[in-house]
Protein backbone atom coordinates (compact mmCIF):
# COMPACT_ATOMS: atom_id res chain seq x y z
CA UNK A 1 0.00 0.00 0.00
CA UNK A 2 1.56 3.47 -0.83
CA UNK A 3 2.55 5.91 1.64
CA UNK A 4 2.37 9.64 1.68
CA UNK A 5 5.58 11.24 3.17
CA UNK A 6 4.00 13.81 6.16
CA UNK A 7 5.06 16.95 6.17
CA UNK A 8 4.67 19.80 8.59
CA UNK A 9 1.26 22.19 8.40
CA UNK A 10 1.07 24.52 5.54
CA UNK A 11 0.11 27.61 7.62
CA UNK A 12 2.91 27.13 9.89
CA UNK A 13 5.34 27.27 7.19
CA UNK A 14 3.83 29.94 5.64
CA UNK A 15 3.99 31.64 9.13
CA UNK A 16 7.75 30.92 9.53
CA UNK A 17 8.09 31.53 5.94
CA UNK A 18 6.66 35.32 6.69
CA UNK A 19 8.29 35.87 10.16
CA UNK A 20 11.77 35.06 8.29
CA UNK A 21 10.75 38.02 5.47
CA UNK A 22 9.57 40.49 7.89
CA UNK A 23 13.07 39.80 10.26
CA UNK A 24 14.84 40.19 6.55
CA UNK A 25 13.41 43.72 6.02
CA UNK A 26 13.70 44.70 9.49
CA UNK A 27 17.41 43.86 10.25
CA UNK A 28 18.90 44.62 6.71
CA UNK A 29 16.33 47.51 5.54
CA UNK A 30 15.74 45.29 2.43
CA UNK A 31 12.05 45.08 0.82
CA UNK A 32 13.57 43.24 -2.23
CA UNK A 33 12.16 39.83 -0.22
CA UNK A 34 8.77 41.61 -0.21
CA UNK A 35 5.89 40.67 -2.64
CA UNK A 36 4.07 44.10 -4.45
CA UNK A 37 1.24 43.17 -1.69
CA UNK A 38 3.69 43.18 1.40
CA UNK A 39 5.59 45.95 -0.31
CA UNK A 40 2.45 48.16 -0.25
CA UNK A 41 0.96 46.50 3.38
CA UNK A 42 4.74 48.07 4.28
CA UNK A 43 5.30 51.37 2.85
CA UNK A 44 1.16 52.34 4.66
CA UNK A 45 2.58 51.08 7.92
CA UNK A 46 5.59 53.46 7.77
CA UNK A 47 3.32 56.09 6.68
CA UNK A 48 0.90 55.26 9.76
CA UNK A 49 3.38 54.93 12.48
CA UNK A 50 4.98 58.61 10.91
CA UNK A 51 1.50 60.04 10.57
CA UNK A 52 2.13 60.42 6.60
CA UNK A 53 -0.19 60.72 3.86
CA UNK A 54 0.97 57.74 1.81
CA UNK A 55 -1.65 59.31 -1.01
CA UNK A 56 1.16 62.33 -1.58
CA UNK A 57 4.06 59.15 -1.93
CA UNK A 58 6.19 60.50 0.56
CA UNK A 59 8.93 57.98 -0.28
CA UNK A 60 10.17 56.00 -3.18
CA UNK A 61 12.15 52.95 -3.49
CA UNK A 62 16.13 52.43 -4.77
CA UNK A 63 18.02 49.88 -5.61
CA UNK A 64 21.81 50.29 -3.84
CA UNK A 65 24.27 47.85 -2.93
CA UNK A 66 24.01 45.74 -0.16
CA UNK A 67 27.53 45.11 0.82
CA UNK A 68 27.82 41.95 0.07
CA UNK A 69 28.20 42.65 -3.83
CA UNK A 70 24.63 42.30 -4.36
CA UNK A 71 21.58 45.16 -4.63
CA UNK A 72 18.94 46.05 -1.82
CA UNK A 73 15.79 47.70 -2.19
CA UNK A 74 15.06 50.74 0.40
CA UNK A 75 12.76 53.47 0.88
CA UNK A 76 14.22 56.68 0.65
CA UNK A 77 12.48 60.61 1.72
CA UNK A 78 10.85 62.61 -0.71
CA UNK A 79 10.48 66.55 -0.21
CA UNK A 80 6.42 65.80 0.50
CA UNK A 81 7.78 63.42 3.32
CA UNK A 82 10.14 66.18 5.18
CA UNK A 83 7.12 68.85 4.14
CA UNK A 84 4.94 66.86 6.44
CA UNK A 85 7.41 66.14 9.04
CA UNK A 86 7.83 69.75 9.60
CA UNK A 87 4.53 70.19 10.05
CA UNK A 88 3.59 67.26 12.44
CA UNK A 89 6.38 68.19 14.56
CA UNK A 90 6.58 71.63 14.37
CA UNK A 91 9.96 71.93 13.05
CA UNK A 92 11.01 74.95 12.07
CA UNK A 93 14.63 75.95 10.54
CA UNK A 94 16.49 78.51 12.84
CA UNK A 95 19.12 79.08 11.34
CA UNK A 96 21.15 78.72 7.94
CA UNK A 97 24.90 79.46 7.31
CA UNK A 98 27.15 78.85 4.41
CA UNK A 99 30.89 78.29 3.51
CA UNK A 100 33.17 77.55 0.79
CA UNK A 101 35.76 74.98 1.34
CA UNK A 102 37.92 73.15 -1.24
CA UNK A 103 35.57 74.12 -4.08
CA UNK A 104 32.52 72.50 -1.97
CA UNK A 105 29.74 74.52 -1.11
CA UNK A 106 28.43 74.06 2.57
CA UNK A 107 25.25 74.93 4.56
CA UNK A 108 24.44 74.46 7.90
CA UNK A 109 20.80 73.93 8.92
CA UNK A 110 19.75 74.45 12.44
CA UNK A 111 16.48 73.31 13.63
CA UNK A 112 14.34 73.12 16.53
CA UNK A 113 11.53 71.14 17.23
CA UNK A 114 7.84 71.90 19.02
CA UNK A 115 9.76 70.29 22.28
CA UNK A 116 12.36 72.64 21.95
CA UNK A 117 14.86 70.12 20.96
CA UNK A 118 17.46 71.54 18.69
CA UNK A 119 19.33 69.79 16.13
CA UNK A 120 22.00 70.53 13.33
CA UNK A 121 22.34 69.09 9.44
CA UNK A 122 24.87 69.93 6.51
CA UNK A 123 24.14 69.93 3.27
CA UNK A 124 27.11 70.15 0.68
CA UNK A 125 27.47 70.21 -3.04
CA UNK A 126 30.92 70.50 -5.42
CA UNK A 127 30.96 73.94 -7.53
CA UNK A 128 34.07 74.34 -8.62
CA UNK A 129 34.05 75.75 -11.99
CA UNK A 130 29.83 76.37 -12.44
CA UNK A 131 29.01 79.79 -13.13
CA UNK A 132 25.71 81.59 -13.31
CA UNK A 133 22.39 79.32 -13.49
CA UNK A 134 24.45 76.04 -12.71
CA UNK A 135 26.19 77.70 -9.50
CA UNK A 136 22.74 79.01 -8.27
CA UNK A 137 21.09 75.92 -8.64
CA UNK A 138 23.75 74.30 -6.73
CA UNK A 139 23.73 76.67 -4.10
CA UNK A 140 20.43 76.26 -3.76
CA UNK A 141 20.51 72.19 -3.99
CA UNK A 142 23.20 72.66 -1.00
CA UNK A 143 20.52 74.47 0.97
CA UNK A 144 17.62 71.95 0.12
CA UNK A 145 19.83 69.10 1.64
CA UNK A 146 20.60 70.98 4.87
CA UNK A 147 17.20 71.57 5.46
CA UNK A 148 15.69 68.11 4.84
CA UNK A 149 18.69 66.24 6.01
CA UNK A 150 17.96 68.17 9.63
CA UNK A 151 14.54 67.73 9.70
CA UNK A 152 14.52 64.05 9.29
CA UNK A 153 17.48 64.18 11.84
CA UNK A 154 15.42 65.66 14.35
CA UNK A 155 12.37 63.53 14.05
CA UNK A 156 14.57 60.88 14.38
CA UNK A 157 14.61 59.41 11.22
CA UNK A 158 17.95 57.56 9.40
CA UNK A 159 16.00 57.63 6.39
CA UNK A 160 18.16 59.38 3.09
CA UNK A 161 16.77 62.05 1.82
CA UNK A 162 16.22 62.14 -2.20
CA UNK A 163 18.85 64.81 -2.87
CA UNK A 164 21.26 62.24 -1.33
CA UNK A 165 20.47 59.60 -3.83
CA UNK A 166 21.48 61.42 -7.16
CA UNK A 167 25.32 61.15 -5.50
CA UNK A 168 25.34 57.69 -4.26
CA UNK A 169 28.00 55.66 -6.27
CA UNK A 170 28.71 52.16 -5.88
CA UNK A 171 31.83 50.92 -4.24
CA UNK A 172 33.25 47.76 -4.67
CA UNK A 173 31.89 45.56 -1.70
CA UNK A 174 34.14 44.26 1.31
CA UNK A 175 34.02 40.58 2.50
CA UNK A 176 31.61 40.63 5.60
CA UNK A 177 32.72 38.68 8.63
CA UNK A 178 32.08 35.00 8.63
CA UNK A 179 30.08 32.85 10.57
CA UNK A 180 33.01 31.44 12.35
CA UNK A 181 35.17 34.99 12.93
CA UNK A 182 31.32 36.37 14.83
CA UNK A 183 30.92 32.98 16.92
CA UNK A 184 34.44 33.10 17.70
CA UNK A 185 33.85 37.30 18.89
CA UNK A 186 31.01 36.10 20.57
CA UNK A 187 33.07 33.23 22.57
CA UNK A 188 35.83 35.89 23.65
CA UNK A 189 33.31 38.64 24.59
CA UNK A 190 30.77 36.77 26.77
CA UNK A 191 32.82 33.29 27.75
CA UNK A 192 36.12 34.51 28.39
CA UNK A 193 35.42 38.12 29.64
CA UNK A 194 32.28 37.63 30.67
CA UNK A 195 30.93 41.02 29.42
CA UNK A 196 27.50 42.19 28.69
CA UNK A 197 26.23 41.66 25.47
CA UNK A 198 25.04 45.87 25.48
CA UNK A 199 28.31 46.57 26.20
CA UNK A 200 29.68 45.01 22.95
CA UNK A 201 27.79 46.74 20.85
CA UNK A 202 28.65 50.04 22.47
CA UNK A 203 32.17 49.17 22.20
CA UNK A 204 31.59 48.54 18.09
CA UNK A 205 29.85 51.55 17.17
CA UNK A 206 32.44 53.87 19.02
CA UNK A 207 35.31 51.78 17.20
CA UNK A 208 33.83 50.81 13.54
CA UNK A 209 30.87 52.83 13.69
CA UNK A 210 28.43 49.98 13.42
CA UNK A 211 25.83 48.01 15.90
CA UNK A 212 26.21 44.08 15.20
CA UNK A 213 29.60 42.11 14.89
CA UNK A 214 27.12 40.87 11.27
CA UNK A 215 28.03 44.11 10.02
CA UNK A 216 31.82 43.99 10.24
CA UNK A 217 33.50 43.52 7.77
CA UNK A 218 36.32 39.83 7.81
CA UNK A 219 39.03 42.18 8.06
CA UNK A 220 37.86 43.94 11.07
CA UNK A 221 36.39 40.51 12.92
CA UNK A 222 40.20 39.06 12.58
CA UNK A 223 41.22 43.00 14.28
CA UNK A 224 38.26 42.63 16.88
CA UNK A 225 39.77 38.50 17.58
CA UNK A 226 43.17 40.08 18.09
CA UNK A 227 41.52 42.49 20.51
CA UNK A 228 39.76 40.49 22.62
CA UNK A 229 42.51 37.90 22.60
CA UNK A 230 45.07 40.27 24.13
CA UNK A 231 43.44 42.96 25.67
CA UNK A 232 42.78 42.83 29.50
CA UNK A 233 39.23 42.27 30.44
CA UNK A 234 39.10 44.97 32.66
CA UNK A 235 40.90 47.11 30.23
CA UNK A 236 37.93 46.32 28.08
CA UNK A 237 34.95 47.05 30.49
CA UNK A 238 36.50 50.42 30.84
CA UNK A 239 36.59 50.99 27.26
CA UNK A 240 33.39 49.81 26.78
CA UNK A 241 31.84 52.26 29.75
CA UNK A 242 34.00 54.93 28.31
CA UNK A 243 31.97 54.44 24.73
CA UNK A 244 29.31 54.11 26.74
CA UNK A 245 30.00 57.75 28.65
CA UNK A 246 30.75 59.28 25.27
CA UNK A 247 27.39 58.29 23.39
CA UNK A 248 25.81 59.64 25.95
CA UNK A 249 27.62 63.09 26.28
CA UNK A 250 26.86 63.38 22.41
CA UNK A 251 23.09 62.65 23.53
CA UNK A 252 22.89 64.77 25.51
CA UNK A 253 25.06 67.99 23.28
CA UNK A 254 22.51 67.59 21.04
CA UNK A 255 19.27 67.80 23.31
CA UNK A 256 20.96 71.02 24.45
CA UNK A 257 22.36 72.65 21.67
CA UNK A 258 25.76 72.22 22.37
CA UNK A 259 28.72 72.22 20.16
CA UNK A 260 31.96 71.06 21.19
CA UNK A 261 34.02 73.97 21.79
CA UNK A 262 30.75 74.82 24.44
CA UNK A 263 31.50 71.48 25.78
CA UNK A 264 35.00 72.14 26.28
CA UNK A 265 34.44 75.35 27.77
CA UNK A 266 32.00 74.09 30.18
CA UNK A 267 34.43 71.32 31.29
CA UNK A 268 37.05 74.01 31.94
CA UNK A 269 34.88 75.67 33.87
CA UNK A 270 33.86 72.61 36.00
CA UNK A 271 37.08 71.10 36.81
CA UNK A 272 39.85 73.21 35.02
CA UNK A 273 40.09 70.60 32.28
CA UNK A 274 39.12 71.74 28.59
CA UNK A 275 40.15 68.11 26.79
CA UNK A 276 36.72 65.94 27.22
CA UNK A 277 38.80 62.60 26.72
CA UNK A 278 41.06 63.41 30.34
CA UNK A 279 37.81 63.44 32.61
CA UNK A 280 37.74 60.71 34.81
CA UNK A 281 34.18 58.50 34.77
CA UNK A 282 33.19 60.48 37.33
CA UNK A 283 33.63 63.69 35.80
CA UNK A 284 31.66 62.57 32.83
CA UNK A 285 28.89 61.51 34.46
CA UNK A 286 28.43 65.07 36.44
CA UNK A 287 29.23 66.77 32.74
CA UNK A 288 26.81 65.10 31.36
CA UNK A 289 24.40 65.73 34.01
CA UNK A 290 25.09 69.31 33.67
CA UNK A 291 24.22 69.26 30.19
CA UNK A 292 20.82 67.24 30.18
CA UNK A 293 19.35 69.91 32.98
CA UNK A 294 21.01 72.75 30.75
CA UNK A 295 18.53 70.86 27.64
CA UNK A 296 15.95 70.20 29.92
CA UNK A 297 15.90 74.14 31.37
CA UNK A 298 15.48 74.65 27.67
CA UNK A 299 12.71 72.89 26.58
CA UNK A 300 10.68 74.28 29.70
CA UNK A 301 11.71 77.82 28.85
CA UNK A 302 10.69 77.02 25.51
CA UNK A 303 7.50 75.37 26.41
CA UNK A 304 7.08 78.55 28.38
CA UNK A 305 7.23 81.19 25.51
CA UNK A 306 4.71 79.02 23.40
CA UNK A 307 1.82 80.08 26.80
Known amino acids: MATTEKTGPPAAAAATSEAQILEHVLINGDLSALDDKQRLAYYERVCQ ?3 LNPLTKPFDYLHLGDGRGGKKLILYAKRDCTDQLRRIHSIS ?5 ADIHDGIYLVRAKAQ ?7 TSTGAV ?5 KGDALANAMMKAETKAKRRVTLSIAGLGWLDETETETITETPAA ?3 TDAQRKRIGDLWTQRHHLEPWLFRVWLELRYHVTSGAQLTSEQADDVITSLEVTPTTMLRELAAKAHHETK ?5 RDAGLDGPATARLAQKMFNEADVERLSQEQLDELIAEIEGMAQTTVAQAKESRR
Open 49 to 51: SLG
Open 93 to 97: ITELS
Open 113 to 119: DSSGRID
Open 126 to 130: PIGGL
Open 175 to 177: ALA
Open 249 to 253: LDRAQ
